[in-house]
């Protein structure tokens, strides 16, 4: 039989505008298997006998960006593992990647042909309700970058490096935006929106 090439949504936004919330409402009403590569990067950091631990934890308390030798592995063997499971199983939202220039190099270079890119669904939040999410959300995640010396750094990192991604695919036309500073329902009507448009 035919194997489908994956279908990719990139999912973007700063941290905490609600990526992984409104992915996980996705999966729910959509045949769309989620990947966060922030998740991804988490589970290797804790893995044993992984040899990029140490690099991962600093660099996601640091709020820098993980070079995407690493990321891109996970995220393509997540992919194929996905459809080798079940060949139905071709659409993928990747949530939180591309964040930078070597990000979207190295997918181009990784994928090219691999994978089709549809869009990318942008997840438009100010800094203040960012950091707000993820100072509350702080109280309990245990994440090591819920703290206001980290999240400053990862707004720095999303303005410098993922801001201008986002510009770029908005040229080629393939940026949906979605005003993501309201409530959980009301943002993901508007997704279910797009996600309905575009089939
Ligand atoms: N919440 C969500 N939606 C809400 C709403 N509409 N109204 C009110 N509250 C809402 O949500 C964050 C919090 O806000 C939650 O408590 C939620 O209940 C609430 P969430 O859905 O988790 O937002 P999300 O955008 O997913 O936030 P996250 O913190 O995961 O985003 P980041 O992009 O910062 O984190 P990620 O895990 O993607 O990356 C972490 C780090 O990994 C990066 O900083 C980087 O160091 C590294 N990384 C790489 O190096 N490369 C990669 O490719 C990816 C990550
Ligand atoms: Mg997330």
Redesign the pocket.
């Known amino acids: 039989s035919l194997a489908m090439k994956p279908q990719v949504v990139f ?14 409402k996705i999966v729910e009403n959509y045949s769309y298997t989620h990947l ?7 589970a290797e950091r804790g893995r044993d006998g992984s040899e990029f631990g140490q690099l ?1 934890d600093s ?10 030798e ?2 891109i592995n996970l ?1 393509k063997k997540a992919m194929e593992e996905t459809m080798q499971l079940d060949k139905e199983r071709f659409r993928f939202l990747i ?6 220039q070597d ?1 979207m190099e190295g997918w181009n270079k990784v994928m090219d042909g691999k994978a089709d890119v549809k869009f990318v669904l942008f ?1 438009d ?1 100010s800094n203040k ?2 950091i707000d ?2 100072l ?2 702080g109280k309990s ?1 245990g ?1 090591t ?2 703290n206001r010396e ?1 999240l400053e ?2 707004i720095q ?2 303005l410098q490096s ?1 801001r201008p991604i986002i510009e770029q695919y908005e040229k080629e036309g393939k940026v949906r935006t979605v005003d ?8 993901f009507a508007d997704v279910k929106t797009i996600l309905d448009k575009e089939g």
């Open positions: 999912v973007l936004g700063g941290p905490g505008a609600g990526k992984g919330t409104q992915c996980a966060s590569a922030g998740d991804l990067l988490r991962i660099y996601i308390k640091e709020g820098k960006i993980v070079p995407v690493i990321t995220l949530d939180g990647f591309p964040r930078n990000n997840f939040c309700v960012c999410r993820c509350e959300r995640s994440r970058d819920d980290s750094k990862r990192t999303y993922t993501a500073s309201r409530g959980v329902d009301e943002v």
